[in-house]
């Protein structure tokens, strides 16, 4: 289907954020000749670098709230991520009939090319960029595009430059994956690299959360394919109700002859689920091989950031969940003085205090609605002495953090919570992080 023309059309754009991908998806109807309002409920202060980017465009701004007469005034809304699926303004849309549509969803109905979809609790971005180097590597006759959740991208701007013999490869979170079930629609490649307890801040349940998650496959075709994690409990469990062909993958599937420069035995999954995927595209597995191990990682995960006076300073801010900081912790052999806490999920700490108690010289906590029962379950595991202070000064964390250390010691930022209260997200804390570090 060719992509609707929308000169003239009133769109709406209902939530700016601060990623990227808004602006992205504001610019690219301006420059259809749309008539476009941008509303979030954020102040013009706090989207300052976003609004920088929109003023060479007519647009059209309400901030520091939603109104109805743009809901109902509008031809389109493009939906934020951000956006709850039960938004009142959402259903005042429904109510009058307005098209509401998601960056990601709108661009899959009209994209005339494959599309490899990868969701997931853990490794998603891993898996995307990862994946996205070695078919840039070993496949040279056709462009293979990346996008979707990842911070500075838009997807919907990619329509004006795929042709049919591309490959479009999108990270996609829970909430993105709704707007593929409003469209019946799933990638015809999915990827679903693990499911765990995460953003029970926003979801009632679990199940919830899984249940949008499960649009990666819902509506793919008998001749799709749909790669699932095989070690995971919730994913190994989804065999019956995948309509495509299954490929299983597990860590023992990664050739033990693979050097990888990716820190942690959880990223071997997501070596697992990209080696998948180049089986069903027949690309031959030492060429694989070699594309893996040129892999250098993705910027905030476990990302190593500088080396003072032989202490290793890794940068982790997307641990925004007790797992991601558990598994931080499992991948470093080094001792280490940990940066932890910040804003919650309502997920159970327990598991990622234990493992600082067994793992840590010492942590340092940064304030946070979670931090309070990180610290109480840190102290109930023994590790009341591990506990040196708690900061809402960053600098004063990483610097305290910092003098605690030996050589051959690691700090580490794997915080186990969200940023919200200090940060602006997770990625302008590790940006703060690398930023404050380097000038040690």
């Known amino acids: 289907m060719?992509?609707?023309?929308?000169?003239?059309?009133?769109?709406?754009?209902?939530?700016?954020?601060?990623?990227?991908?808004?602006?992205?998806?504001?610019?690219f109807f301006a420059e259809k000749g749309a008539s476009v309002t941008v509303t979030d409920l954020k102040s013009k202060e706090e989207l300052t670098e976003s609004l920088e980017k929109l003023k060479p465009y007519d647009i059209k701004y309400t901030l520091g709230e939603h109104k109805?007469?743009?809901?109902?005034?509008?031809?389109?809304?493009?939906?934020?991520?951000?956006?709850?699926?039960?938004?009142?303004?959402?259903?005042?849309?429904?109510k009058h009939k307005i098209p509401v549509e998601m960056d990601e969803s709108l661009f899959a109905k009209y994209c005339p090319c494959p599309i490899i979809g990868i969701t997931g609790t853990r490794g998603k971005t891993t898996t995307t960029i990862l994946l996205g180097e070695v078919l840039k590597e070993n496949i040279k006759d056709k462009n293979i595009l990346v996008a979707g959740n990842l911070q500075g991208q838009a997807t919907l701007p990619l329509i004006d430059q795929v042709k049919k013999d591309d490959i479009v490869i999108l990270e996609l979170s829970s909430w993105q994956l709704q707007g593929f079930e409003k469209n019946e629609i799933s990638p015809q490649i999915a990827i679903f690299t693990n499911v765990y307890p995460d953003h029970l801040n926003s979801y009632k349940t679990i199940k919830e959360y899984v249940a949008d998650k499960k649009n990666i496959y819902k509506f793919?075709?008998?001749?799709?394919?749909?790669?699932?994690?095989?070690?995971?409990?919730?994913?190994?469990?989804?065999?019956?109700?995948?309509?495509?062909?299954?490929?299983?993958?597990?860590?023992?599937?990664?050739?033990?002859?693979?050097?990888?420069?990716?820190?942690?035995?959880?990223?071997l999954e997501n070596i697992a689920a990209t080696l998948a995927v180049t089986k069903i595209l027949d690309i031959p597995i030492e060429q694989v091989i070699k594309s893996i191990e040129k892999f250098k990682g993705v910027p905030h995960r476990q990302e190593f950031v500088k080396n003072i006076n032989g202490i290793d300073f890794i940068n982790d801010?997307?641990?925004?969940?007790?797992?991601?900081?558990?598994?931080?912790?499992?991948?470093?052999?080094?001792?280490?003085?940990?940066?932890?806490?910040?804003?919650?999920?309502?997920?159970?700490?327990?598991?990622f205090a234990k493992a600082i108690t067994k793992e840590c010289k010492a942590v340092i906590l940064l304030e946070g609605t979670a931090t309070d029962e990180l610290e109480r379950k840190i102290r109930k595991n023994g590790g009341k002495e591990?506990?040196?202070?708690?900061?809402?000064?960053?600098?004063?964390?990483?610097?305290?953090?910092?003098?605690?250390?030996?050589?051959?010691d690691t700090v580490l930022l794997s915080p186990g919570a969200a940023s919200f209260g200090i940060f602006a997200n997770e990625f302008d804390r590790g940006d703060q992080f690398k930023r404050i570090v380097n000038q040690l």
């Open 2 to 27: 060719k992509f609707p023309n929308y000169k003239n059309k009133k769109v709406l754009i209902l939530g700016l954020g601060l990623l990227g991908r808004g602006v992205k998806d504001a610019i």
């Open 220 to 267: 793919q075709k008998k001749s799709d394919h749909c790669i699932l994690n095989k070690e995971n409990g919730y994913t190994n469990k989804l065999e019956k109700e995948v309509p495509s062909q299954i490929t299983w993958f597990r860590k023992k599937d990664v050739p033990k002859k693979l050097k990888t420069k990716l820190l942690g035995n959880h990223n």
């Open 68 to 94: 109805k007469e743009d809901i109902i005034g509008s031809d389109l809304i493009i939906r934020n991520a951000a956006v709850p699926a039960d938004s009142k303004f959402l259903k005042l849309a429904q």
């Open 317 to 351: 801010t997307t641990s925004t969940t007790p797992i991601a900081g558990k598994k931080a912790l499992d991948s470093i052999t080094t001792p280490i003085i940990l940066i932890a806490g910040g804003a919650t999920k309502n997920l159970n700490l327990n598991p």
């Open 386 to 408: 591990l506990i040196i202070d708690r900061f809402d000064d960053f600098q004063a964390a990483i610097e305290k953090a910092y003098s605690l250390a030996l050589p051959n």
